[in-house]
């Protein structure tokens, strides 16, 4: 079976996206230049990791790719095997080398102390953008769901926090830490009042009164998700389990909170180095 034809053939399929499909091109007609005018039906494991090899090295003087884009280009391939061979000719074995896992950059207390420090200021505003900073790090919570939330949300009686998630995962309760309640508690008394404009049930709102987008948070916050990072890492340092943390998250997975496992690592030392006679 000639390659080029195949590719070709896959590559016209309507069940593609044209991004998808440009996406795909690139990735396979590379794989069909590398092939040649061996012909497809010949490909098997061997093969794959062979190509492997090829994209990890210097490629004829393009230079060598990073793990993901090997991972990605490898995926392209399979599909296209899958579609001209059929599944069973394409083996499931992992070629690609591990992407290795960035370990989240969290900001340590004082340094976030200062971040807030910050933001304190006069007028509504200033005191609202004080409040939604804390509540993202007193709850952990992604950007989405910081200005997802609505007044009901926020319970302080059980000083708890109601999370609607944004990334497809269960809504999920979390507590409502006595910095943010009382940051939310003025907010809501002397600043949300004057900015209110009409019936609106978001908690956090704009000048205009409507609710506010995640560009707002950006603004005030470089890189938010750094808040959640810090939220994750200071449990753990402060001695959480894993799955605890997993559940304050909204992890639907526990490998998804393990990229936290190199603090309580670090924890795990401290505590065996003070405690373990032959430590």
């Known amino acids: 079976m ?46 794959l990791v062979e190509y492997v090899g090829y994209l990890g090295s210097a490629r004829g003087g393009r230079g060598k790719l990073a793990p993901a884009s090997i991972s990605r280009k490898l995926a392209a391939v399979r599909a296209f095997l899958r579609h001209s061979l059929g599944s069973a000719r394409v083996p499931d074995a992992r070629l690609a080398p591990r992407v290795p896992r960035r370990l989240p950059d969290a900001p340590r207390e004082r340094e976030l102390d200062a971040e807030l420090a910050t933001l304190e200021g006069d007028g509504p505003l200033a005191l609202r953008n004080r409040a939604l900073v804390e509540l993202v790090y007193s709850a952990g919570l992604r950007s989405a769901e910081a200005v997802a939330l609505d007044l009901g949300d926020v319970d302080f009686e059980q000083e708890l926090v109601h999370v609607r998630s944004g990334k497809g995962a269960k809504d999920r309760v979390v507590p409502l830490g006595e910095e943010a309640a009382v940051w939310v508690a003025r907010y809501l008394r002397d600043a949300r009042p004057e900015l209110a404009r009409g019936a609106c049930d978001a908690l956090f709102i704009s000048a205009r009164g409507r609710r506010l987008d995640t560009s707002t948070l950006r603004r005030l916050i470089p890189h938010p998700h750094r808040l959640r990072h810090a939220f994750a890492t200071h449990l753990l340092e402060g001695g959480a389990d894993l799955r605890t943390i997993q559940e304050l998250l909204g992890h639907s997975s526990l490998s998804t909170t393990q990229m936290y496992s190199h603090v309580d690592a670090k924890r795990l030392r401290k505590v065996y180095d003070s405690a373990h006679p032959r430590s």
């Open 2 to 47: 000639n390659a080029q034809l195949a590719a070709t053939k896959f590559l016209e399929s309507p069940a593609f996206a044209d991004t998808t499909r440009r996406a795909y091109r690139t990735d396979v007609e590379e794989f069909c230049r590398w092939l040649g005018d061996r012909d497809l039906e010949t490909v098997d494991v061997r093969t």
